[in-house]
């Protein structure tokens, strides 16, 4: 079970989309998001960060151990939070779902004028796009490669 919340970064720019695997953790385990404008001013400290391709999520230490009682005997890290789900983007990265909706947009235009190459493309869409989130250095697109 998902639920879709969306935090606003520090200085306004931009609004990414989080999901919280299981619901463990509260909204208010995010302190602070930077997206890579407003990151710049700040050094990303791995106590309670995490930096994902120039975006930082801040964490509320204090929220998320307490939170994670149910979670006994692992250290609570921003890492642990992130790359299990608990504290993530709903997609691979800030701005999946716009974009990926976006994306599929394009793809069904192409299916009235090619149909052939549009069932092609739609084949290849995810494996190319996640290849190309690797390349650019998003963490989740990278995970377990
Ligand atoms: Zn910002």
Same mark, same amino acid.
């Given at each position: 079970?998902?639920?879709?919340?969306?935090?606003?970064?520090?200085?306004?720019?931009?609004?990414?989309?989080?999901?919280?695997?299981?619901? @463990?953790? =509260?909204?208010?385990?995010?302190?602070?998001? *930077? !997206?890579?404008?407003?990151?710049?001013?700040?050094?990303?400290?791995? /106590?309670?960060?995490?930096?994902?391709?120039?975006?930082?999520?801040?964490?509320?230490?204090?929220?998320?151990?307490?939170?994670?009682?149910?979670?006994?005997?692992?250290? @609570?890290? =921003?890492?642990?939070?992130?790359?299990?789900? *608990? !504290?993530?983007?709903?997609?691979?990265?800030?701005?999946?779902?716009? /974009?990926?909706?976006?994306?599929?947009?394009?793809?069904?235009?192409?299916?009235?004028?090619?149909?052939?190459?549009?069932?092609?493309?739609?084949?290849?869409?995810?494996?190319?796009?996640?290849?190309?989130?690797a390349r650019e250095g998003w963490r989740k697109a990278n995970a377990g490669q």
């Amino acid at each position: 079970m998902c639920i879709d919340h969306r935090v606003t970064c520090k200085c306004g720019t931009y609004t990414a989309s989080f999901n919280f695997r299981e619901e @463990i953790m =509260p909204v208010e385990v995010i302190n602070r998001l *930077y !997206c890579p404008q407003c990151s710049s001013d700040i050094s990303c400290n791995a /106590d309670s960060m995490i930096s994902d391709n120039g975006w930082i999520i801040d964490f509320d230490m204090d929220v998320a151990r307490f939170a994670g009682y149910k979670l006994s005997g692992v250290p @609570i890290t =921003p890492e642990y939070l992130f790359d299990q789900g *608990y !504290c993530t983007w709903r997609g691979v990265y800030p701005m999946d779902h716009i /974009d990926s909706v976006r994306e599929r947009e394009e793809l069904v235009k192409l299916s009235k004028i090619d149909p052939k190459k549009y069932i092609e493309e739609i084949r290849q869409w995810g494996t190319v796009r996640m290849e190309r989130l690797a390349r650019e250095g998003w963490r989740k697109a990278n995970a377990g490669q």
